[in-house]
Structure formats: structure tokens, C-alpha cells
């Protein structure tokens, strides 16, 4: 459509683009009056003449009508309408014919891998591991399914040493405590019998029950710590502790008593160690090895050396005795609960098996290591590894 306006054959105003039919039109119109409405079947004008003012002014339309009628329009709407459809329905159709041929069967595939893995580890194969090389998004699932299956053996492994040590705690504790049991039976018989028959003889049969009687209570009272330590519920209370001052004082206070026992307790190098640990548990770990190294002594006076010095980011502590040492075999199970040599074995009353036990307990409470070492003059050497305490 164009609009244009003229006043006294001047145009005042035109919107839009004429055609070269216009003139012809305004010809026509011309010829009617001025005014009016013709057509040449392509192009239409529809003029108009007002006066404004004492002016007169001509407006002027012109249009080119569009060839599609209504019910032509309708039918292309229509047309339109179930094309579009159809584009729709054969899309969908497509993208399902994909997804189902394509990406469901890339998926089908890891998703059979896993559903093996479950049932492997389920029927308990925790060996069973998942073999998969594509570098896709079921590349971190496979790797976190592998570690998971790693830390579940693991945890049953734990689960089954844990078993094992309560089986081997109960072996223990039956046969350390039927010696001095049966000790205390054989001794109230006689007394029961007659058989110490004076004061002095009858008095000496309660002082070995006295005694046995003691080192049942000393066992179960290793037995109530060890269990605690490993259920967690033995209070720890780490601060900074100097450990060459520590056991300087600890060898100071027991290093008499020890001696009348025929144990001497001798400090060679100590450096200055600074270490978070809590007191009574680096105390206890001290005592029951150097009552280890006395229980197992062979000499009339056996030696004690402690030492101590700085290793890899923390402090290593000697403690290397001359006594009959152990077997190679038998040193990695030292630290076992109630472990024991053959040969001391045989002497329950050396010793209750317990307490190196609860000292490589409270060593890993302070984030330490220990082990034991073999020496080539006999005798063996305990060593425990602390780490530095930060500031």
C-alpha cells in the first residue's frame, strides 16, 4: 500500500513505494471528479478530497490486492498445519529409532559390566575387579566401583583378623589363667587335706595362693585396658611432651627398683624430642617393655639400653636388651595378643602375652610405629618411631 497527500498539485506527504501504474490511475480518478475508487485488477486507488481551512487536499491510496483469497489461505493454514505435524511425529519417531539404536546400546553395554561386578562381589569373589578401557562417563563409575570393592576386602579382612584375635583372646585367656587356677586348687586342697600341717608351712601355702591370686588380677586388668584401647573408649589425652625427659625421669624413678630385680637400665644418646602424646600411655608403653626384657632375661643381671635419636621427620627410641631374643619367624607376631614364644610358652607366669599388645596399641594412638629387631649377640631390640609435634 502507498498513501501519498497533495494540496494544489503539490505533494505534501507519501508513504510508501509507488508503481508506474499510479498516474495512470490518477488520471482516472481525475477524469470521475477527483474523487473516487478505480481499479486496473492489479493495482486500486481510492482518493479522497477534504478542505481544512480554505485548503483542499487530495488523499490518495493505492494497493495491490493479494491474489489468495480466504478460503485459499484457510486451505495453506490447513496444509501448513498437518505438514508440521508430521514433521513432528517423524521427528520424535527418529530421535526414538536414535536414542534406542545408538545411545541405549551404548549404555546397555557398561550397564551389564556393573550389574556382573555387583553380583561377583556379592557371591563374595571381593577379588573381582572391572575391566573397562573406553574413556566415556562410565569410566569413574567402573574406578569408584573398584576402590569400593578394594575397601570392602579390606574391611572384611579387618573384620576377619578382628575375629581371629577374639578367638585367639578367649585361647588365651583359657590357658593363661587355668595355670595359676589350677596352682590355687592344688595349694586349698592341702590346706583343706592337712598337708601343711604347721603355722609356717600353712602360711606359706597362702602366700603362692596370695601371689597367684595377684597375677590373675594383673592379667585381667590387662585384659579390661587392651579391650578398652581397641573399642576406643581408653581416654587419650595428647600434649606436648620433651620424650628424652621423659624417660630420663621414668629411669630415674624405676631404674633401683629394677636393678634389685637384676635388670639394669642404662640411657646412651638422648636428643632433645618433642612429641604430642598422651603421659600415661607413653609411660605404660615404656614399662611393659622393659618388664618384657626382665621377664625373659636368662642371665642373673640382665642389660637394658635406651636410646634416642632424630629419623625421618620424627625420633626413633631404642630399646635393646641382652636377653635370649627371638626367632625370625616369630618377630612379626610379637605384637600380637597373647603371642608368645614356644619356649615361653611353656612359663606362663613370664608373662601374660598382653603386654606388648597394648604398647603397639597406644604407639598407633600416637600416630607412631613399632617394631622389634633381632640382635647378632642375641638379645632384642624394640623400636619406636614418634612423629615430631607440630607447633
Not at 589350677?182 to 587335706?193: C, F, M, N, Q
Not at 595428647?238 to 621414668?250: A, G, I, K, S, Y
Not at 625420633?315 to 603371642?339: I, K, R, W
Not at 601374660?352 to 603397639?360: K, P
Amino acid at each position: 500500500m502507498t498513501l501519498s497527500v497533495d494540496s494544489s498539485g503539490e505533494n505534501i506527504y507519501q508513504y510508501g513505494i509507488g508503481t508506474d501504474a499510479d498516474k495512470t490511475l490518477l488520471a482516472a480518478v481525475n477524469i470521475l471528479g477527483g474523487e473516487g475508487f478505480v481499479s486496473n485488477g492489479s493495482r486500486e486507488l481510492y482518493v479522497r478530497q477534504t478542505e481544512i481551512d480554505g485548503i483542499v487536499y487530495r488523499i490518495a491510496i493505492f494497493a495491490s490486492p493479494s491474489e489468495l483469497s480466504y478460503g485459499t489461505l484457510k486451505v495453506a493454514l490447513a496444509l501448513s498445519a498437518i505438514i508440521l505435524i508430521f514433521a513432528i511425529f517423524f521427528s520424535i519417531l527418529l530421535t526414538n529409532r536414535f536414542l534406542t539404536k545408538f545411545v541405549f546400546q551404548k549404555i546397555e553395554h557398561p550397564l551389564d559390566i556393573l550389574s556382573d561386578g555387583v553380583r561377583q562381589i556379592s557371591e563374595g569373589n571381593l577379588e573381582y575387579r572391572i575391566e573397562y578401557d573406553l574413556q566415556d562417563e562410565f569410566t569413574p563409575i567402573c574406578a569408584d566401583f573398584n576402590e569400593m570393592a578394594t575397601r570392602l576386602k579390606t574391611t572384611v579382612e579387618l573384620l576377619q583378623q578382628h575375629e581371629h584375635s577374639r578367638k585367639e583372646l578367649l585361647v588365651g585367656i583359657s590357658h593363661d589363667l587355668r595355670s595359676p587356677l589350677t596352682s590355687i586348687r592344688a595349694y586349698v586342697e592341702g590346706l583343706l587335706d592337712g598337708v601343711a600341717k604347721t603355722p609356717q608351712a600353712q602360711k606359706g601355702y597362702l602366700e603362692i595362693i596370695k601371689s597367684k591370686a595377684e597375677d590373675i588380677d594383673r592379667m585381667l586388668a590387662k585384659i579390661f585396658l587392651f579391650s578398652k584401647m581397641e573399642l576406643g573408649e581408653y581416654p587419650d589425652n595428647p600434649e606436648l611432651l620433651r620424650l628424652d625427659d621423659e624417660v630420663r625421669q621414668l629411669v630415674r624413678a624405676l631404674g633401683a627398683e629394677y636393678e634389685e630385680k637384676g635388670l639394669i637400665i642404662s640411657i646412651n644418646v638422648l636428643v632433645p624430642a618433642t612429641i604430642a602424646a598422651d603421659p600415661d600411655h607413653l609411660r605404660r608403653v615404656l614399662t611393659n617393655i622393659i618388664e618384657n626384657s626382665l621377664k625373659y632375661k636368662t642371665k642373673a643381671t640382665g642389660n637394658l639400653d635406651i636410646s634416642l635419636e632424630e629419623e625421618n621427620d620424627g625420633y626413633c627410641l631404642s630399646l635393646c636388651d641382652d636377653g635370649p631374643g627371638v626367632s625370625e619367624d616369630a618377630l612379626p607376631h610379637l605384637f600380637e595378643v597373647f603371642y608368645r614364644s614356644d619356649q615361653s610358652r611353656q612359663n606362663p607366669h613370664r608373662g601374660s602375652g598382653l603386654g606388648l599388645a597394648i604398647a603397639a596399641n597406644a604407639v598407633h594412638r600416637m600416630k607412631g610405629t613399632i617394631k622389634a629387631k633381632s640382635q647378632e649377640n642375641c638379645g632384642l631390640e624394640i623400636l619406636i618411631w614418634l612423629p615430631k609435634a607440630e607447633e
